[in-house]
């Protein structure tokens, strides 16, 4: 009990999402990719958003960076508030994407990397002046503190020999070591949240290992938090605090990371673990999940999930449930817990 108060007493909110709605307007009609999601990130801890493809992961993130291709794709309702660790209060869906303040808060407030390396780092610069511009873009440091910075970084996620290799083009390096360089330079302005969209799906499974092992010791010593988005419970289990599944642009369950694997409460999340192979469960027979996600411009009514549960009930495709708390923190939208 005294334990649960100070841990309530300095727990510290970076980053509240509420009902938010984003939805893509397309030929074939509205696809609603997020679908009134609610959830807060906190000072310190790892929130892991896990789900199948197409759930919308991704779209959720590009939503709190501003990063949709808007109006294509745009945020119809629902506020995203950030509280900037230097003070103030901002509602992100209220700024204009290309505003001063929006791009302050991309580049040094909420630091992203994605699956693709890629997608951020510049080919035709080396890796060092990408880095060494993003700090200097954000930090008011002249050319040598900011290279002393960047060789820092490359070195605390492992890259080996920074000061030499601080000279190398992306193409130079491995996928492995794109993907290290890529995080070294999310780190480099000292973000108060990183938001790691499936950061190491493409890579093999034991550097992907070594990679997540690197990032939460980074994420401990910065004191960041994380939220980290996968389709794979398994990272879920080694990275995450707390843990939230989402079905079809809605969230179906949340909680704990502990209480999540021991005792998962949705008929989702329930299949979604028999399905992925887990550390110490190796000689369980895994089961794949039957059917498929719904066609975003074909949903059923009711709970998205009841064409594929083996628990639905009648009331399951008339109407979709609410959001229950069958537990202390443990949250889960499903008529069998009503
Ligand atoms: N540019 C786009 N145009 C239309 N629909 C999109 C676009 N990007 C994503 N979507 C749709 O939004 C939903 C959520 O996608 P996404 O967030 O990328 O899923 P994931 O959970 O795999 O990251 C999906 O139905 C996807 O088809
Ligand atoms: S609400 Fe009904 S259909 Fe949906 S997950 Fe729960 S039991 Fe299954
Ligand atoms: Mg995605």
């Not at 992306?170 to 360089?181: L, N, V």
């Not at 290992?209 to 010593?221: D, F, G, P």
């Not at 329930?270 to 039957?290: C, E, N």
Request: charged share 25%; with cysteine; aromatic share 6%.
């Amino acid at each position: 009990m005294a334990v649960e108060q100070r841990e309530l007493a300095v727990s510290e909110v970076l980053l509240e999402v509420k009902d938010l709605r984003t939805q893509f307007f397309t030929e074939q009609g509205v696809v609603k990719a997020v679908d009134g999601l609610s959830f807060t990130i906190e000072k310190g801890k790892v929130i892991g958003i896990v789900g199948e493809s197409g759930c919308g992961k991704s779209i959720t993130a590009l939503s709190i960076l501003r990063l949709l291709p808007e109006p294509r794709g745009k945020i119809v309702s629902g506020t995203i508030t950030f509280y900037p660790p230097d003070g103030g209060i901002v509602d992100i869906t209220k700024l204009d994407r290309h505003s001063p303040e929006m791009r302050r808060i991309r580049g040094r407030h909420i630091a992203m990397i994605f699956q693709e390396p890629m997608t951020s780092l510049n080919p035709v610069y080396t890796v060092g002046d990408q880095i060494i511009e993003a700090i200097q873009l954000h930090q008011n440091v002249d050319k040598d503190t900011a290279k002393k910075r960047a060789i820092e970084v490359l070195n605390q996620v492992d890259i080996p020999d920074p000061e030499r290799r601080i000279n190398e083009y992306p193409h130079q390096m491995s996928g492995g070591q794109r993907q290290r360089a890529m995080i070294a330079m999310a780190l480099s302005c000292y973000p108060s949240i990183l938001i790691a969209d499936e950061p190491t799906t493409a890579l093999d499974v034991t550097i992907q290992a070594k990679i997540l092992r690197n990032m939460r010791k980074l994420q401990r010593e910065y004191g960041m938090a994380i939220m980290l988005i996968t389709h794979d419970l398994g990272v879920i289990g080694q990275m995450a605090d707390e843990v939230l599944v989402m079905y079809v642009g809605r969230k179906v369950e949340q909680a704990g990371v502990r209480e999540l694997f021991l005792n998962p409460l949705h008929p989702y999340t329930q299949v979604l673990l028999k399905s992925i192979p887990l550390i110490g469960l190796r000689g369980k027979k895994l089961v794949p999940i039957a059917g498929s996600v719904p066609s975003p411009y074909n949903l059923p009514p009711g709970c998205y999930f009841a064409p594929r549960c083996p628990q639905a009930m009648d009331i399951c495709s008339r109407e979709a449930p609410p959001e229950y708390e069958a537990e202390p923190g443990h949250f889960v939208s499903c008529w069998l817990y009503k």
